[in-house]
């Protein structure tokens, strides 16, 4: 089985900033992406940010100049650097990890629990 452990949501003021941590563990051989997505209520999930194992970031153009992505491969971990939210950047924070499953030959996906992040204007 593969998990995804969240952490970093939390309430924080128009301008402030968060870190999201997200580490993968479990019955994994090779990690190709990961990243966030979100999905604010009444709307659809959206990416976010992601990167590959290469260091491929791809970014929303809403999070371009404001978040930033980063991964720990050594410990299956990313993380979403936020600088600068905006009362829109609130929504439920999903982690996103696309990779080979041990005693497989392709690539599999899965999605964290999701963290909760808050922005008062």
């Known amino acids: 089985q593969v998990q995804l452990v969240e952490s970093g949501g939390g309430l924080v003021q128009t301008g402030g900033s968060l870190r999201l941590s997200c580490a993968a563990s479990g019955s994994i051989f090779s990690i190709y992406t990961m990243g966030w997505y979100r999905q604010a209520p009444g709307k659809q999930r959206e990416l976010v940010a992601t990167m590959t194992s290469g260091g491929t970031a791809n970014y929303a153009d809403s999070a371009k100049g404001r978040f930033t992505i980063s991964r720990d491969d050594a410990k299956n971990t990313v993380f979403l650097q936020m600088n600068n939210l905006k009362p829109e950047d609130a929504a439920v924070y999903y982690c996103?990890?696309?990779?080979?499953?041990?005693?497989?030959?392709?690539?599999?996906?899965?999605w964290g629990q999701g963290t909760q992040v808050t922005v008062s204007s």
């Open positions: 996103y990890v696309y990779a080979v499953r041990t005693h497989t030959t392709y690539l599999h996906d899965w």
